[in-house]
């Protein structure tokens, strides 16, 4: 059964019951599956009758409910749909509308002053309006094929222009056949928590995963986000099973002692993409959320959301630092590669390269870039799409472990060295809570030295030297205990402890406003 199908149905067996919610600080709005399919179907009918050709829609938006029936419409329709945050900046948002030029912008917030060229643009009000009484037509002929294109997510480029991954209905699909084997069964209704904006690709994993099973997405607007709080009265109430963020955020949620199942006594997933999990944030949930599994995940945008995946127990945390991302999923195969494109024996690092049922098909509207990432494999006499990610690892008993991106590699006195190490032996010793670390340049851009930034439980404890505040001898007792894992120039210079560390909207931490405290 594809997505489609799959929503279909359960707007058949759950017409009443909540298929979104959207959640900020002053408002709650939801939406029942039986309005997800009329909303839909009035706006792809809309779509069809008005819209010539099959160029990709553009949402623009926040979580309004009728965002997500939008998203359905449109592949209803037979179109690729891209969605857009408002947290997108206005330059980027041109970039992306003048590269999709559609003939489609669908607005659920005022549009910054873009041209849209010759698109029609709706508003939030024209999208209600149709939503509620609009005709319909049958639909089912025009539903978006298994190899056609069902989202376009633009992530960053190395140019500066943003990049747009096309992702098929094929690879949704895939995906998600192997997603649900994560899910904890959760008797009256699975409920998924999402922090991610919907134009960040970790949003796929808990919409299309409760579309499919028939769920609640709970989603949790930006501004609620900024008060924790209100998030903690809402969660409280949510009646969550599957928790789905990135690392970072649940850490931040863990700083408070009631992030626990006492909060949240339905929860049984935790499922983490986009950053490392640590050791130390995996034991903490498992100890606070007993009845709940934590999955590690892996996977980049270009190969819809994750493509392995492992559950962390008591026994893999005290087997593995760091963590292992998992075994690849049904349809997709790991290799390891060197800089030749050879595969490399089993435990050596190397370029990660993805092949399987769920690599995009490459980049909107871009040859040139599409050549340089994607590839085929043959794979027993079947061609496949590859991948090569930009991520360095390794293999060891065909587990994947991730160590970094490779651009986020650096060389400091002749000696290369990989961030992500750094932060991942600082994250071992005992009071840390979240780290990160960031390299100091010269004038000509070499780099000079090293700086860390801890969040410590509090007050500030480095191993047996409590202070009130840390001082010069907590960071030399600091770089002593480093001394047994890291090479000495590896040692950060200048080690700052910080209340929390800044993150991006899609929940990540922000190096770059890092770098200005």
């Known amino acids: 059964m594809n997505i489609l199908e ?9 017409p009443e019951r909540t298929a979104y ?14 309005e997800l399919g009329a909303h839909s179907d009035r706006m792809g009918s809309y779509i069809v009758q008005n819209i010539p050709g099959k160029k990709p829609v553009v949402i623009y938006g926040h979580k309004d409910p009728l965002m997500i029936a939008s998203f359905v419409a449109c592949s209803k329709s037979g179109r690729a749909y891209c969605p857009v945050d408002v947290s997108v900046p206005e330059g980027r948002l041109q970039d992306i509308v003048g590269e999709v030029e559609p003939d489609l912008v669908i607005a659920f917030e005022e549009l910054p002053h873009i041209d849209c060229g010759d698109a029609l643009v709706l508003t939030a009000d024209d999208v209600a309006r149709i939503a509620a009484g609009g005709d319909t037509i049958d639909l089912r002929p025009h539903w978006i094929g298994a190899d056609d294109v069902y989202y376009i997510i633009f992530t960053s480029g190395s140019t500066g222009k943003p990049k747009g991954v096309q992702i098929t209905r094929d690879c949704l699909d895939n995906f998600i056949a192997w997603g649900k084997t994560m899910c904890t069964n959760a008797d009256e209704g699975y409920v998924f928590v999402n922090q991610a904006p919907y134009s960040f690709d970790l949003s796929v994993m808990d919409l299309y995963l409760s579309l499919s099973l028939g769920g609640t997405e709970y989603a949790l607007s930006k501004s609620l986000l900024e008060s924790m709080s209100t998030l903690f009265e809402r969660l409280r109430t949510s009646e969550a099973t599957v928790w789905v963020s990135t690392p970072s955020f649940v850490e931040m949620c863990l700083a408070d ?4 199942e006492a909060l949240l006594p339905r929860m049984r997933t935790f499922l983490f993409c986009g950053e490392t999990l640590t050791n130390r944030t995996a034991e903490r949930l498992i100890e606070a959320f007993p009845k709940a599994e934590v999955y590690n995940t892996y996977g980049p945008t270009e190969s819809t959301v994750a493509v392995t995946g492992i559950l962390v127990t008591p026994d893999v945390s005290a087997t593995h630092s760091p963590l292992p991302v998992g075994r690849p999923k049904p349809g997709t195969i790991i290799r390891i590669v060197d800089e030749q494109g050879n595969d490399v024996p089993q435990g050596n690092k190397g370029e990660i390269v993805i092949v399987g049922d769920s690599v995009s098909v490459g980049y909107f509207h871009d040859e040139e870039r599409t050549r340089k990432a994607f590839s085929t494999y043959d794979v027993d006499g079947t061609i496949m799409r590859a991948y090569r990610t930009g991520d360095e690892g390794y293999l060891d008993d065909d587990l994947l472990f991730y160590s970094g991106r490779i651009d986020l590699q650096i060389k400091m006195h002749g000696y290369r060295i990989e961030l992500e190490d750094i932060e991942a032996n600082i994250a071992k010793l005992p009071g840390v809570v979240r780290v990160a670390v960031l390299p100091v340049r010269k004038p000509d851009g070499t780099v000079r030295s090293l700086s860390a930034y801890l969040v410590m439980d509090a007050p500030a404890v480095v191993m047996d030297a409590p202070s009130e505040t840390f001082t010069s001898k907590d960071a030399k007792e600091l770089r ?7 090479p000495t120039y590896m040692i950060p210079k200048r080690i700052r402890i910080v209340d929390d560390l800044p993150v991006t909207n899609n ?3 922000d190096r770059k406003k890092l770098a200005t405290l």
Do not use: C, H, M
Request: glycine share 2%.
């Open 6 to 14: 799959s929503i279909a149905s359960n707007v058949e067996a759950y």
């Open 21 to 34: 919610v959207l959640n900020a600080p002053d408002r709650t709005e939801s939406i029942t599956w039986s």
């Open 257 to 260: 002692p009631s992030f626990n």
């Open 480 to 486: 002593k205990q480093l001394a047994s894992s890291l």
């Open 507 to 509: 929940g990540k931490i």
